[in-house]
Nanobody, 117 residues
Framework: QVQLVESGGGLVQAGGSLRLSCAAS????????MGWYRQAPGKQRELVAD???????NYADSVKGRFTIFRVVAKNTVYLQMNSLKPEDTAVYYC???????????WGQGTQVTVSS
């Protein structure tokens, strides 16, 4: 069973930065998709950024130019670098990954990001 563990969330002032990490229990080369999603109180979960295998990263319009998704294969980890944070970025951030062999999607437990104004 795939395990994804997010970390790096916290409280930051508007304009600040955070880097979220998603550590996988197996090689991230096992996945044909990895992405970051977020869910704010009272709202649906939404895509923030993702990395389909062999394709360029995708970003939500609201984070383009501020967030960057990247991975370090040797560490089995995908990251989300978040700069110029805004209060509307406040949410629980989740990592997702689809196994190449089965297509099954796994989710992490989430990490809280709070941006104060």
């Amino acid at each position: 069973q795939v395990q994804l563990v997010e970390s790096g969330g916290g409280l930051v002032q508007a304009g600040g930065s955070l880097r979220l990490s998603c550590a996988a229990s197996e090689s991230i080369l096992s996945f044909n998709y990895m992405g970051w999603y977020r869910q704010a109180p009272g709202k649906q979960r939404e895509l923030v950024a993702d990395m389909p295998s062999g394709r360029s990263p995708n970003y939500a319009d609201s984070v383009k130019g501020r967030f960057t998704i990247f991975r370090v294969v040797a560490k089995n980890t995908v990251y989300l670098q978040m700069n110029s944070l805004k209060p509307e970025d406040t949410a629980v951030y989740y990592c997702a990954a689809d196994l190449r062999t089965t297509g099954w999607r796994s989710w992490g437990q989430g990490t809280q990001v709070t941006v104060s104004s």
